[in-house]
């Protein structure tokens, strides 16, 4: 057993030279074409993961906290600010701003702001409307408001009559047509979706949020007023829809200046 004992149990001295060469630290080789490769690999992934950060910096941005300019063109190179210069009126007045351009087809996002107006009438025969003053311009308006994010334009209708006259709308809406001539504010370019609505005989409305006081005319004095915007033509062309109901002739316009000569479509009739 002794024999076989020494056999089986490995001498120091054989084992020495293994035991140095483990101790003694490895060279590897490395594959010139392979570490390139990887180099290269992971130079790509890393400007990925940079492009998905800008990206999601300037989508949280564009929608949110109202970035300048500047700062939004850094992290889109694919949109530059072009000047843009349209005439807005009365008086017709030349303005210039900035849009947002994309560089590949040159479609610019400046695009009008979409508002409306309301008609609100009483009285027989819709003999009446209800005008407010704004307190900026002391002018008579229509009642009116812009279109804002996630709503459509008959629940700004909805809102924009609550906070400016105090009146829950509880008729049906008739549309009498589209204002979108690039001249009809001076303020900037809208298109105005225009409506009509009847108040009750009793209701009586007041004046709230931007309106000074709330006016009530006959449609035969319309031309006897100062108006804001455009809304002279907005009236007479209600005035027009109301006579031809009536089996009338439509009235002469007492008014000829440039607010009345703009382009706008409107509808066949009203309901």
């Known amino acids: 057993s002794s024999i076989l004992l020494s056999f089986a149990r490995p001498s120091k001295r054989l084992m020495l030279p ?5 101790a003694r630290p490895r060279r590897t080789t490395v594959d010139p074409y392979h570490y390139t490769l990887s180099v290269r690999l992971n130079i790509v992934l890393s400007l990925i993961l940079v492009a998905l950060v800008a990206r999601n910096l300037y989508d949280d941005g564009g929608s949110s906290n109202g970035n300048s300019a500047d700062q939004l063109t850094m992290a889109t190179p694919s949109y530059q600010i072009n000047k843009q ?11 210039s701003g900035s849009c947002w351009c994309n560089d590949e087809d040159k479609y610019c996002l400046c695009t ?3 508002t409306i107006d309301l008609i609100v009438t009483s009285g027989d025969n819709d003999e ?13 308006a229509t009642m009116g408001g812009f279109v804002e994010l996630s709503e459509n334009a008959e629940a700004t209708v909805k809102r924009e009559l609550q906070e400016e006259m105090g009146i829950q709308l509880s008729s049906p809406l008739s549309l009498l047509g589209i204002f979108s001539d690039p001249g009809r504010d001076n303020r900037r370019q809208t298109a105005s979706a225009v409506f009509v ?3 009750g005989a009793h209701d009586e409305p007041h004046a709230g949020d931007d309106a ?3 006016v009530r005319i006959s449609l035969d004095e319309i031309e006897d007023h100062d108006y804001f915007s455009d809304h ?9 829809k109301v006579r031809a109901k009536q089996g ?9 200046d440039y607010s009345t000569n703009i382009a706008r479509t409107l509808c066949a009739s009203l309901h």
């Open 248 to 256: 009338k002739e439509p009235a002469k316009r007492r008014r000829a």
């Open 128 to 140: 009446y409307v209800w005008l407010v003053r704004r307190s900026d311009t002391g002018q008579l």
């Open 85 to 95: 210069t349209w005439h807005g009126g009365p008086p017709p007045r030349e303005h």
């Open 212 to 214: 000074k006081e709330v």
């Open 197 to 199: 609505a009847r108040i």
């Open 18 to 22: 293994y035991l140095r060469n483990a």
């Open 232 to 240: 002279v033509t907005i009236l007479m062309d209600y005035r027009d």
């Open 112 to 114: 009008p702001n979409f």
